[in-house]
């Protein structure tokens, strides 16, 4: 059973942790849950993996994950190896281990109102289990109150307990961006809001040694929950700032990218300004699910935000905008959408990553498959039983069948693969006045045209 992190002096935590002596069991195996599992095993912590889905147990106990971020693969099997990570469907390990880290989904309903039947089912069976001494740490994207008027009051009607007073209960939001999440978890401090003191500070104590991160401690769980939404709040509002940029620009005919880096050089409070960069579109998990939760969480309060609306608005344009420059781009060759070869190179939502979870591609690629050109779709690191989720055209096996005679090819994913085929060897390979259309401004352009392309990214 746990020996107890929770309720311990601060030296005697401070021991546990750092012997590596306390179990933490990790609940909710999925992209988060594996990376923060691996992470801390590869680290020397035992780790124990509980998911219900016995697919998703049976394939971390085989050494493998099939979730695709660089470096997770190897930290997995080496881990299962040395026998510090496994998985199971059974919580009734919790009893074995001192830290619970929960990672559940929380899906939008019609209504754009979180779906919380996940953290529910997990925090009663978690609950079943826990004993006193155990620290429980939330890191699903939750709404404010989640942890103390949720997850609280079903632990604590499941097991006798009281959080606060025989188990510490925290709210720790995940921060990681997908492609550099390894590196993230170990380098960007953890927001800890606990429902008290003790709590915070056995958090902080299993940050500091388990992953070499300094704590920002806040308030209460509330605050911490709220800084993971003000967190992709910001980021969804300022990319459509340069989406909004990009497209002034490309009607203006000047580079969004060399305005933004200039702009970027003016000191303005404690840091620069820092506009980031114009995409086709923003996909993925959380950027298109957290403006909506805090859009839901003003209007369930009496106000109406204009900012949640707007970011999700400007960046839902991107896809038909992306579409439309192509068909420009060909008209200025002569050439109609309908009677040319498009070659798709990315359908993943971010860069060197396999992930199409709400990807923005999906629109690009249905408005492609509606158009009646000849389509082709190549992506390194998504897998076909994937791919099938944003195109119904089979993936090409590699570039090369992907772009021969293409009249456009269009990058939507800039992933590293595509950089590592010469441009001049794609030019030799597609139509004559083949137009590049960048919708990752991932490319240089004058390297792009000197191959013999027309090149074209997003504002530039």
Not at 324 to 349: E, M, N, P, W
Request: charged share 20%; proline share 5%; net charge negative.
């Amino acid at each position: 059973m746990a020996r107890g992190a929770f309720g311990s002096s601060d030296a005697e935590i401070d021991l546990l942790v750092r012997g590596k002596r306390c179990g933490i069991a990790v609940v909710g195996f999925g992209y988060i849950g594996t990376v923060i599992g691996a992470v801390l095993a590869d680290r020397g912590w035992p780790v124990t993996g509980i998911d219900v889905r016995q697919s998703v147990v049976d394939e971390l106990n085989l050494g493998k994950t099939s979730v695709a971020e660089p470096g997770l693969s190897e930290l997995v099997a080496n881990s299962v190896r040395t026998g510090r990570l496994r998985a199971t469907t059974d919580f009734g390990v919790i009893a074995e281990n001192d830290f619970v880290i929960v990672n559940v989904g929380t899906p939008l309903g019609p209504d754009y109102e979180p779906i919380v039947d996940d953290i529910k089912a997990a925090a009663a069976a978690v609950g079943e289990h826990l004993q006193a001494g155990h620290v429980v740490i939330l890191k699903s994207t939750v709404p404010p109150d989640t942890t103390e008027t949720l997850v609280r009051p079903i632990l604590e009607a499941a097991s006798g307990l009281r959080a606060g007073v025989d188990f510490g209960l925290a709210f720790c939001p995940e921060r990681l961006a997908e492609g550099q999440a390894i590196h993230e978890l170990t380098s960007i401090p953890v927001v800890v809001g606990a429902v008290d003191e003790r709590s915070a500070r056995a958090c902080a104590t299993l940050w500091r040694h388990a992953l070499g991160v300094d704590s920002v401690v806040v308030d209460d769980p509330r605050t911490a929950e709220m800084v993971k939404l003000a967190d992709n709040l910001w980021v969804d509002l300022n990319v459509a700032m340069a989406n909004e940029l990009a497209k002034l620009c490309d009607q203006l005919d000047m580079d969004a990218l060399q305005v933004i880096d200039a702009a970027n050089t003016m000191p303005k409070g404690t840091h620069n300004v820092n506009i980031l960069r114009p995409s086709m579109g923003v996909g993925g998990y959380c950027l298109t699910k957290d403006p909506w939760f805090v859009n839901h969480l003003g209007e369930s309060v009496g106000l109406e935000l204009s900012i949640p609306r707007t970011s999700r608005t400007v960046n839902d344009t991107m896809p038909t905008y992306t579409y439309g420059l192509l068909t420009q781009l060909l008209a200025d060759q002569g050439k109609a959408i309908q009677d040319s070869k498009i070659a798709v190179l990315g359908i993943a939502f971010k860069n060197n990553t396999g992930d199409c979870r709400l990807t923005p591609t999906k629109y690009v690629c249905a408005l492609l498959e509606e158009s009646g050109c000849q389509l082709s779709v190549h992506d390194p690191w998504v897998p076909d039983d994937e791919a099938v989720t944003v195109t119904s055209v089979p993936l090409s096996p590699d570039i090369e069948s992907a772009v021969k005679d293409a009249d456009a090819l269009v990058v939507l994913a800039g992933h590293r693969e595509f950089h590592q085929t010469p441009l001049t060897r794609l030019a030799d390979l597609t139509a004559a006045g083949c137009v590049f259309l960048d919708g990752r401004n991932s490319f240089d352009p004058a390297a792009v045209r000197a191959a013999g392309f027309v090149y074209k990214g997003i504002g530039r």
